[in-house]
């Protein structure tokens, strides 16, 4: 029989890409993790990784090796579940991710749910991009990551994954307050959008679906946005078209506890919304303390502050 922790490192080294992120991620050696991959080969009777330049890369026998331990701990994670289940409360510690907006408008009120609920469940929030939240969920180094989906730009929906909606954030045009152009409010959302084409524009870093989201809108809108300021700090983005320093398209969750500071237009239909939903591994998704943190979630979105 295989032994199973070897085929986690294994698994690690599928997820992590290197030896040496594997070691750090579970506080290990380089060495010690390459000898133990070693032993597997040796148990397996077949090659497990080859060389590719200074890195290493599964063969196609331990990618099966993987499947299989994949399956094996999303059944160990089921039979956690069912213990927790079969206990009177709920303990340990739960270890949420979440993006920014997310973190500030849903975060502290579902915290707020929980701690009065069960005391002794114990929540590490970690505040990360779904681009990196994600891999790092499939990874174990989180239990839950709150997510977005932007229009146009469907999220991977990977098997080993269990995903369930939380709410839709209205997206908005946000222009300075004190602007005076002639906006066309109330006409074609892209009359709107072609209004600000030669202004400074703020997005979220190339690469982001946000970024993607927001070039796509402007260019179907007959421009290309001169992005002069890029970051995923949407206060970031909030505080520059306040002081008038550029224009910016921004979720409604901004507001969540505040009125708003800036002039919000419309966008064109199809392109006014990005769904938010909480992922988790298969194999916890009837965890109890999954189960209540994705409720007071869900509450926390039907009763954003104002």
Known sequence: MFDLHRLRLLRELKHR???????TA???????????????????????????????RLTP????????????????????AD????????????????????????????LNLLRAAHPALRLHVTQAEPEAALPALLAR???????????????????ELHQEDLCD???????????????????DPRAELRAHADRPWVMEPDGSAARRWATTLCRAAGFEP????????LLLHLRLVEQGHAVALLPDLVWSDREP??????????????????????????????????????????????
Not at 27 to 44: D, I, M, N
Not at 172 to 178: D, K
Not at 226 to 233: G, K, P, Y
């Open 61 to 80: 026998q331990a990618e099966i090796l993987v499947t299989h331990t994949e399956a094996v701990l999303e059944r160990l994670e089921r039979a956690e």
């Open 226 to 233: 001169d992005v002069r300021f890029e970051s995923t700090d």
């Open 169 to 187: 954030d209205p997206l908005r045009l946000a222009v300075p307050a004190a602007d005076d152009r002639d906006t066309r409010r109330g006409s």
């Open 261 to 306: 500071t800036v002039e919000l237009g419309q966008l064109p239909t199809g392109q006014r919304t990005r769904r938010l939903f909480t992922a988790v591994r298969a194999g916890r998704s009837g965890h109890p303390a999954i189960l209540a943190c994705r409720r007071a979630l869900r509450q926390a979105a039907a009763h954003p502050e104002r």
């Open 141 to 159: 180094d989180f239990d839950l990551v709150i997510a977005e989906e932007y229009p146009g730009d469907p999220s991977p929906r990977p098997a």
């Open 17 to 23: 890409g290197t030896l040496a992120a594997v070691a």
């Open 26 to 56: 579970l506080s290990y050696s380089p060495s010690s993790v390459s000898q133990q991959l070693s032993q597997l080969e040796t148990e397996v009777g077949v090659p497990l990784l080859e060389p590719v330049g200074r890195r290493v």
């Open 83 to 110: 213990i927790a289940t079969s206990l009177s409360g709920l303990s340990g510690t739960l270890r949420v991710a979440s993006f920014q907006t997310a973190a500030l408008a849903l975060v502290p009120a579902a």
